[in-house]
């Protein structure tokens, strides 16, 4: 959360406002994260009963990140950025996708929201945080789940393809290395696979700072 907040000062005092949202992408992780730990925290190993409104009050923190704000957020950003690099078409191209995503987003999240108990956390056998939604008996939800692999590229490609869309070649390659996330997670964590890939994604952004402090954005 610190390193966020830094990427944003240095992103502001290179008078690059485009980046400011993408600066802010560690901070809102470090946040996730912390909402992920109340979880841990309300239902300890899984040998004890979870402290539920604790445990439902993390699951519905970490979930609105995971699929919603991620969703809304990163499709902007890459708008931003493009407004300021990018030719006008581009731009409007990368807005409509944005307004598209913000739509989903809220479409994938409402559902969590009208049906609380459903998305109680549990402890999965490998040690790691499962959500196992499957009684939320949302056909959003079950589209963009492991269940629907078309849903799971629709959710991806939201979050990927605006940043490989611009022109900046570093942001580009924050989107490479976003999916190279994506892959390697499913790979190896599918079952668990929105705790392990958001956590690795946390890690992942702090090359955010590297993006706002390179000397061309100093001297620009």
């Known amino acids: 959360m610190p390193l966020g907040l830094y990427s944003h000062h240095l992103a502001s005092n290179a008078e690059r406002p485009g980046y400011k949202p993408l600066a802010l992408v560690p901070f809102f992780f470090g946040v996730q994260q912390f909402v992920e730990g109340l979880e841990w925290t309300a239902i300890g190993n899984g040998s004890a009963p979870p402290m539920e409104p604790l445990a439902t009050f993390g699951a519905l923190g970490f979930l609105f990140f995971a699929y919603c704000f991620w969703m ?38 409402a559902p969590f929201l009208f049906n609380m108990p459903a998305v109680q956390p549990s402890v999965h056998s490998t040690g790691r945080l499962l959500y196992d939604l499957s009684g939320l008996g949302s056909i959003w939800h079950d589209f963009v789940n492991t269940r629907s692999p078309l849903g799971e ?68």
């Open 153 to 220: 590229l629709l959710y991806w490609g939201f979050i990927v393809l605006p940043l490989l869309a611009v022109s900046d070649r570093a942001v580009k390659l924050f989107g490479v290395l976003i999916f190279v996330s994506i892959f390697l997670t499913w790979l190896t964590y599918s079952a668990t696979f929105n705790s392990v890939w958001c956590f690795y994604c946390a890690v992942l952004s702090i090359m955010v700072i590297w993006i706002v402090n390179r000397p061309e954005m100093r001297r620009a």
């Open 72 to 109: 809304i957020w990163i499709p902007w950003s890459a708008w931003c950025i493009s407004r300021s690099t990018d030719s006008r078409r581009l731009q409007s191209r990368l807005k409509w996708v944005a307004i598209v995503a913000s739509v989903l987003g809220i479409i994938f999240y």
